[in-house]
């Protein structure tokens, strides 16, 4: 009893004022002396300062925070004057000022947990997998039943073959270059001692006309087209031209090619979640608008969702979702807002978001063959004849493997940031493939998000867009042109 009460003493001296600790005693008898009413009186005032303190320093806070807030407003009507302006003399040369800033969620270190709230009522837990990519996993994304609802949907639809056999590109392309079969011999070898190893034609392309090359279908076709006359696995000048595109295609279509040699061995088809589609549909829509944080109409602009089912036996090889963006590389969701007549075309996936409808029985898993790893050389991708791309055989060796558990979402980004809140470079680490699938099939869906690393023609394409929009409603387009190039800006 004693010894709490002359702590509490104790604490009224400290905090109130200089005096010592009272005892007990001293302290009950004096309710009404002069020392007791003046340490309560500093008691008073030092609560009635603090209180002084606080108001003058919420006031310079409102006073502050208004007149940034006047700053922006002054300079958003700038903008859309002067957007308004250009636009009645140009469509399409508008310049959009970028005042918004792409949300990328933080991963903090690998294996930190953070809870996010994407349905009501329930909280989900994200756990990030890798930094590069940055990478999360969120188990229990979707429910048993909406799994279910997105494979019949999908099996209503009907699912078409990923990759046809063979597509014939590889010849088209030399056409174009219109490259004698000396200059692609030199391009070929790497280290230039005039002769072809094996690592350096996969290096070079894993893959020719749909067909992934290891270094066992390459020995098959030099014997097939007797292009190895000495059989020491090299290929020399004279060697090399015997394998030109019209044998290499003679070949592959009297041998026949089966499925387990192309890129991808799987069926896939595609589901679009706008308004009156399937409800389930709209509701995985609007929790991938929450998980990513970002302006809903860049989801409702992207891709629909692909389902793919990959039977026993199924795979696909390590690759990017998307290509590096250079400044000719056109977006293929924004080519309506873009000049067309460039030649390099990538789908621009900003995030992969990656469900796993079914847990598969055996193998199936999601490689990563180099997330996280402290440095990434192309070369380097075959080493002593392991090709770390090659999900068929050594998926065992990849630094990071998730496996397909029903319901779970993985998600990455497939770029990185500018340092200004838009997309930055390719990240290349975000390489990933389908393992081999061992025992049972295995169903994926895939959302991606497209977003052009050129904020211009991203904002141009949903001007477009909302333009279009507009038009179908109604045909006073030239009053709601205004309005909408406001609006774009928002929108972003
Ligand atoms: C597209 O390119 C043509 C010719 O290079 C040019 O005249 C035109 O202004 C360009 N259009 C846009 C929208 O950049
Ligand atoms: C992964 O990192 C190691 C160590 O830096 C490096 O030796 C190896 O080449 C890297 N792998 C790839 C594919 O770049």
Known sequence: ?????????????????????????????????????????????????????NVI???????????????????????????????????????????????????????????????????????????KPLLFEIPNFLSEDECQVVMQLAQLKGLMESQLMVQGDHEELVKELNLSPEEIFNLLDINQ??????????????????????????????????????????????????LSSDAFQRF??????????????????????????????????????????LPPVLVDLSEPLQVVRYEEGGHYHAHHDSGPVYPETACTHTRLAAN??????????????????????????????????RTYDEVSLIQNDVDLLDTRRNCDKSNLRVKPTKGKAVFWYNYLSDG?????????????????????????????????PDYQRQARYQQLVSQQLDNSDDDSSTVSYDTHSSNAHQDL
């Open 340 to 373: 067309t007549s460039t030649p390099f075309e990538t789908s621009c996936r900003y995030i992969t978001v990656l469900f796993y409808l079914n847990s598969v029985e055996g193998g199936g898993e999601t490689a990563f063959p180099v997330a996280d790893n």
């Open 57 to 131: 320093a919420l006031l310079f806070y409102v006073h502050y925070s208004s007149g940034q807030e006047d700053d922006s407003r002054s300079r958003d009507a700038q903008n859309s004057d002067h957007s308004r302006v250009n636009s009645r003399d140009a469509p399409s040369k508008v310049e959009y000022q970028r005042d918004f800033s792409l949300p990328r969620i933080e991963g903090i270190r690998v294996g930190h947990v953070q809870k996010v709230s994407l349905t009501p009522g329930k909280e989900h837990l994200m756990r990030t997998l890798s930094m």
């Open 1 to 53: 009893m004693t010894g709490t009460q002359s702590s509490q003493g104790g604490e009224v001296g400290t905090s109130g004022s200089a005096t010592l600790p009272l005892n007990p005693q001293t302290e009950r008898l004096c309710n009404k002396t002069s020392i007791c009413s003046r340490s309560y009186f500093v008691v008073v005032m030092v609560f009635f300062h603090v209180y002084i303190i």
């Open 193 to 242: 001692d005039g002769q072809l190893q094996q690592t350096e034609i996969l290096t070079h392309s894993r893959v020719r006309d749909g067909i992934w090359l290891t270094p066992d279908t390459l020995t098959e076709i030099y014997a097939g087209l007797k292009a190895d006359k000495n059989g020491d696995g090299l290929l020399s000048i004279e060697e090399f031209r015997l």
């Open 420 to 452: 200004k809140g838009w997309v930055g470079e390719q990240d290349e680490y975000a390489l990933h493939g389908g393992c081999v699938v061992t025992h049972g099939t295995k169903w994926v869906a895939n959302k991606w998000i497209n977003i052009d």
């Open 252 to 293: 592959l279509q009297q041998q026949g090619v089966k499925k387990s040699q192309l890129v991808r061995n799987s069926r896939h088809t595609w589901l679009y979640q706008g308004e009156g589609t399937h409800k389930v549909l709209q509701d995985i829509k609007k929790r991938v608008i929450k998980l990513t944080r």
